[in-house]
């Protein structure tokens, strides 16, 4: 999997891009990050990449010249893959959108600055833009990192277990159930019974109602759309009248 990002401030990507999983998915050639200088493609002297909006008002906008010329400079000759604009007018990140785009070999990300992107950007280059919640961030760049390290966590052989993304809370449309480790017992909370009896059907078993109740309790919005068998479509209909 291959991204690469369109940033005024390569150097914020450090860290978040050099340590833990994303650097040992790199140095295993599981994934490829490369960060391109917008400013790079600024032809005047001061290398400009915003300026003051016509019809006046606060702020600046990034100038439409460099931004197309970094993105058509990267894209090359490739015309298949997605080129998305980091910017709170787009679709909103979800762990559906990751499994999307998770489905190509390579995405080019444009991180946005300042008052955003001179319309004729959308209009000329880009194909896709995500938001990756309802707020406002100072810029695109904590936005491409997030669906960098959300992305790469479905490359097969990034994450050490083989199916550990599969469940995650919202990739089977649920809230994932409690974890326990060692010890058995801190401060009189127990590790419950099932998860030390080794039998892995009442496990499983456990582990699904889990994450069913705890959808229920933090995010009941989640339910409508997740598929449920008519035995778990019970039970939460046991836990609204307060019978489990």
Same mark, same amino acid.
């Given at each position: 999997?291959?991204?690469?990002?369109?940033?005024?401030?390569?150097?914020?990507?450090?860290?978040?891009?050099?340590?833990?999983?994303?650097?040992?998915?790199?140095?295993?050639?599981?994934?490829?990050?490369?960060?391109?200088?917008?400013?790079?493609?600024?032809?005047?002297?001061?290398?400009?990449?915003?300026?003051?909006?016509?019809?006046?008002?606060?702020?600046?906008?990034?100038?439409?010249?460099?931004?197309?010329?970094?993105?058509?400079?990267?894209?090359?000759?490739?015309?298949?893959?997605?080129?998305?604009?980091?910017?709170?007018?787009?679709?909103?990140?979800?762990?559906?959108?990751?499994?999307?785009?998770?489905?190509?070999?390579?995405?080019?990300?444009?991180?946005?600055?300042?008052?955003?992107?001179?319309?004729?950007?959308?209009?000329?280059?880009?194909?896709?833009?995500?938001?990756?919640?309802?707020?406002?961030?100072?810029?695109?760049?904590?936005?491409?990192?997030?669906?960098?390290?959300?992305?790469?966590?479905?490359?097969?052989?990034?994450?050490?277990?083989?199916?550990?993304?599969?469940?995650?809370?919202?990739?089977?449309?649920?809230?994932?159930?409690?974890?326990?480790?060692?010890?058995?017992?801190?401060?009189?909370? *127990?590790? $419950? /019974?099932? +998860?030390?009896?080794?039998?892995?059907?009442?496990? =499983?078993? @456990?582990?699904?109602? #889990?994450?069913? !109740?705890?959808?229920?309790? *933090?995010? $009941? /919005?989640? +339910?409508?759309?997740?598929?449920?068998?008519?035995? =778990?479509? @019970?039970?939460?209909? #046991?836990?609204? !009248?307060?019978?489990?």
């Amino acid at each position: 999997m291959r991204f690469d990002i369109l940033t005024l401030f390569p150097a914020m990507f450090e860290g978040p891009m050099t340590e833990s999983i994303l650097k040992r998915a790199q140095e295993k050639g599981l994934i490829e990050v490369n960060l391109h200088n917008i400013r790079d493609h600024a032809t005047d002297k001061h290398k400009t990449t915003d300026d003051t909006p016509y019809g006046g008002g606060g702020g600046m906008v990034m100038k439409v010249e460099p931004l197309v010329s970094a993105v058509e400079a990267v894209r090359g000759e490739d015309s298949a893959t997605p080129i998305i604009l980091m910017t709170p007018q787009g679709r909103v990140l979800t762990q559906k959108v990751v499994q999307e785009l998770a489905q190509h070999p390579r995405l080019i990300l444009v991180c946005g600055r300042y008052e955003g992107f001179d319309e004729r950007v959308r209009q000329t280059v880009a194909t896709d833009e995500i938001s990756v919640g309802d707020y406002v961030l100072t810029g695109g760049e904590l936005a491409a990192m997030l669906i960098v390290d959300a992305v790469s966590r479905l490359v097969p052989g990034v994450l050490g277990a083989q199916w550990g993304a599969d469940e995650d809370s919202h990739a089977t449309g649920l809230l994932e159930y409690p974890h326990y480790t060692k010890p058995p017992e801190f401060r009189g909370l *127990r590790v $419950p /019974d099932v +998860l030390v009896s080794g039998h892995h059907a009442e496990v =499983e078993k @456990w582990r699904r109602r #889990e994450s069913l !109740k705890r959808t229920w309790q *933090r995010r $009941p /919005d989640m +339910l409508l759309t997740a598929e449920l068998t008519d035995a =778990e479509r @019970w039970y939460l209909a #046991e836990l609204a !009248k307060g019978n489990s």
